[in-house]
């Protein structure tokens, strides 16, 4: 069975600091995909980075990037120069050929002032 | 034991129809919610729930009607599907309403409308 794991339950990092948020995933499968989403007080679901199985470069959205290590079943979410905004809960989730999605149990994320 | 399950997994339907996708929670949640995640990827906030009432309502058309006859349910109701309405649908729950409890999410509902 496919799981998502994000075992860091929180975090809490000085502003303009960088912060790596961790998430392992278990698949046996070759093509799949992979998201970062922040999710902010109201619930809603922002969709901040994605990354396709078969690439092997890092997907990058401005202060985003990934570290990708697909043998090791890794998908970092790098966080530079942090800003107040970026507080919120982070889900990792895994998408198959299938469309079927897991989510982590998510990472708390604050940023101090 | 699943924690949220959903039903069904897929479902094909002729414009015009009517179509309810079911949710079930069995962790004794409070909180119940519905999110479309659209062809982008892009996963957006419908619904909440917070033992059978309403709290959050954003702004979908008055097509989607959702029903949580208890805690541990909450049904979405679709009348009239349009093309635009082909996505994948979440459900997911937590323990209460305030922002800080962990969200469960459901395997998804992939609805095609033809």
């Known amino acids: 069975a496919q799981t998502v794991t994000q075992s860091q339950p929180e975090m809490s990092v000085q502003e303009a600091e960088t912060v790596t948020l961790s998430c392992t995933y278990d698949t046996s499968e070759n093509n799949y995909y992979l998201f970062w989403y922040k999710q902010p007080p109201s619930r809603q679901m922002i969709l901040v980075i994605r990354?396709?199985?078969?690439?092997?470069q890092n997907a990058t959205e401005n202060r985003f990037s990934v570290n990708f290590q697909k043998a090791a079943k890794s998908f970092s979410l790098k966080i530079s120069d942090s800003q107040l905004g970026d507080t919120a809960m982070y889900f990792c989730a895994f998408m198959n050929r299938d469309d079927k999605i897991i989510f982590g149990k998510g990472t708390r994320l604050h940023i101090l002032p | 034991d699943t924690a949220v399950s959903q039903t069904p997994k897929y479902l094909v339907t002729q414009m015009g129809n009517d179509k309810s996708i079911k949710c079930e929670q069995n962790?004794?949640?409070?909180?119940m919610y519905w999110y479309k995640q659209d062809s982008k990827k892009f996963l957006k906030i419908m619904f909440s729930y917070n033992n059978k009432e309403l709290i959050i309502n954003e702004t979908v058309p008055n097509r989607f009607s959702p029903k949580s006859p208890d805690k541990a349910h909450l049904n979405l109701h679709i009348n009239s599907l349009e093309l635009g309405d082909s996505a994948v649908y979440f459900c997911a729950s937590s323990q209460a309403q305030t922002s800080t409890d962990t969200q469960y999410f459901g395997p998804g509902t992939r609805l095609t409308v033809l």
């Open positions: 990354q396709e199985a078969y690439k092997q």
């Open positions: 962790l004794g949640h409070d909180t």
